[in-house]
């Protein structure tokens, strides 16, 4: 390390853990808790969608959506969520993170609840307003992740740092619980007020018309957490790291660490200038010396991140078309339109209780122990075998008495996702790059994980699609079958097993260490000329 580095950086390397930092968990968190809510309980109704508006009249067969109305539903918050990493990734480097951070937040709240509302009660119109506010909404949700992990990361010691952050993205696994939750009480109030039969005995009867509330409140739900967490968020302070080597304010920096560390922070002028020289003449994000220096640990976050999110989001968003598939959920005929949004809730939950939500914190509880690497390179690992386990003998999973190994093996994929890759890639592009790119570069791997899930949403819905033309879901073409789809997912998971050796190991290091912002190579580039912008 420099002789030069902020004395207020060291303390804060340093510092013990206190209470400070599990309220910052707390406060990022419920961001995240939101954003999984909202992105994932879309998969619980859409087949309630599809028996409400899309019911032909006569059919033998439920309605379902139209491919078109499905992808779209299933992956313009995604789209939006990829837009809004890059946009709100490059603004929390430019003004701030704690200005950017409440901005995100009235999105997520004011979209969640638009989402359940429509403009007229045609299928159409209510298809294109549900799409509309889900792209701002997922644009709120995109800029939660390079703000929420930059956030964490600049508060805390190089400690407990990976556990922090990994805690504030394990939230994640309580929203996809939550959903879950709210879908079955939801569903359950309105079977009670409004018993249907199964669809095998009345076609028509069997979606009451108060059904279309369920859904709509579902969806507006998650506006709810994100609301309460307002006010804590703009009570927050900058981050010390932003306020110290980005916007140069020392006296601040000090001002707001003594206050919420309740430390005392003497930092000194020449200290403060030594630096702001360093930082002033530093390279640019499109120089050669960052391409040098970080360009194989971007490309590592960004290809693992990708890899990562077409498996991780062909598996939750289509869950229910999985079970399905092996006979775990009875047929669709069999039962009323709430009563199959309760068995697919209730699925899912069990899904999320058992093997994701263990899985975020076994990597909070041993990230800073065992490392960010092998963490990764276990989940990856894993996560192929079991997927190779559940697609080489799929017809014996198929069988009725297994249907109980088929969602213990299922469950583990989710398990070694979350404890593994889902997790460290959200981690570690908040520890490795400078603190003027922390936000845009966790950003830029965020949205190429986003392009991920946008391929595995789209690709996934297709390509699963029995390879019998007259199997498939009605309106879409033939697939290559779910058998075959399993694989390609395991095969990506082993690529990005590989790809992990970009991704550079910082247990245990400042965030200055690992982003070389005070090396002595520093100052020698500071003298090559002004930064490439």
């Not at 590592?300 to 990708?306: C, E, I, L, Q, V």
């Not at 093997?355 to 065992?370: E, H, K, M, Q, S």
Request: proline fraction near 5%; aromatic fraction near 14%; charge should be positive.
């Amino acid at each position: 390390m420099a002789k030069d580095q902020l004395e207020v950086l060291n303390v804060l390397d340093q510092a013990k853990t206190q209470l400070y930092h599990f309220s910052v968990v707390v406060i990022a968190g419920m961001g995240f808790f939101t954003d999984a809510y909202d992105l994932f309980c879309i998969s619980l109704v859409t087949k309630l969608l599809g028996r409400i508006y899309y019911y032909v009249p006569g059919s033998s067969k439920p309605g379902s959506l139209p491919p078109n109305a499905a992808a779209a539903v299933n992956g313009v918050a995604l789209c939006g969520t990829l837009a809004g990493q890059l946009f709100f990734g490059w603004l929390g480097d430019k003004l701030g993170r704690k200005r950017v951070y409440g901005i995100t937040l009235m999105l997520m709240v004011g979209c969640s609840v638009a989402s359940g509302l429509s403009f007229g009660s045609s299928p159409g119109a209510v298809m294109a307003t549900l799409c509309f506010f889900r792209f701002w909404l997922g644009f709120g949700i995109g800029g939660d992740y390079p703000l929420s992990a930059t956030i964490m990361a600049e508060y805390s010691n190089k400690k407990t740092r990976g556990s922090f952050i990994a805690a504030v993205f394990a939230m994640q696994g309580f929203g996809i619980l939550a959903g879950g939750t709210v879908a079955i009480i939801v569903s359950s109030i309105f079977r009670a007020l409004y018993p249907a039969p199964p669809f095998a005995h009345d076609h028509v009867g069997s979606t009451v018309p108060q059904a279309d509330y369920v859904w709509r409140i579902i969806l507006m739900f998650g506006a709810l957490p994100a609301a309460l967490t307002y006010y804590w968020r703009m009570k927050m302070p900058e981050t010390p790291r932003y306020t110290a080597l980005v916007a140069k304010n020392a006296e601040k920096t000090c001002a707001d660490m003594s206050k919420v560390l309740q430390v005392d922070i003497p930092v000194e002028k020449q200290t403060i200038e030594s630096q702001d020289r360093v930082e002033t003449a530093g390279f640019g994000l499109f120089s050669k010396e960052f391409l040098r220096r970080h360009g194989l640990h971007l490309l590592g976050t960004t290809s693992t991140w990708f890899l990562l999110d077409i498996a991780y989001y062909s598996q939750n968003l289509f869950q229910k078309d999985i079970f399905s598939a092996v006979g775990w959920l009875p047929a669709a005929k069999s039962m009323s339109a709430l009563g199959e949004l309760y068995k697919i809730a209730r699925a899912q939950t069990l899904i999320a209780l058992c093997g994701t939500v263990p899985g975020y914190w076994f990597t909070v509880f041993l990230i800073d122990r065992i490392g960010r690497f092998t963490i990764q390179s276990i989940g990856f690992l894993f996560m192929s075998v079991f997927m190779f386990a559940l697609a080489i003998p799929y017809h014996h999973w198929t069988l009725k008495e297994n249907n109980i190994g088929f969602v213990v093996m299922y469950g583990l994929t989710f398990f070694f996702a979350n404890f593994g890759p889902n997790s460290t890639t959200f981690v570690v592009p908040a520890e490795i790059f400078p603190a003027r790119f922390r936000s845009t570069c966790h950003g830029i791997s965020a949205a190429s994980g986003k392009a991920g899930a946008i391929v595995g949403a789209f690709g996934f819905l297709y390509a699963s699609q029995n390879q019998d033309k007259a199997k498939a879901d009605p309106g879409f073409p033939a697939g290559i079958g779910m058998r075959n789809s399993l694989i390609v997912l395991a095969v990506i998971n082993l690529l990005g097993l590989f790809l992990t050796l970009l991704v550079p190991e910082s247990k245990g290091k400042s965030l200055e260490e690992m982003s070389q912002e005070n090396c002595e190579e520093a100052e020698n580039q500071a003298k090559n000329g002004p930064a490439i912008v």
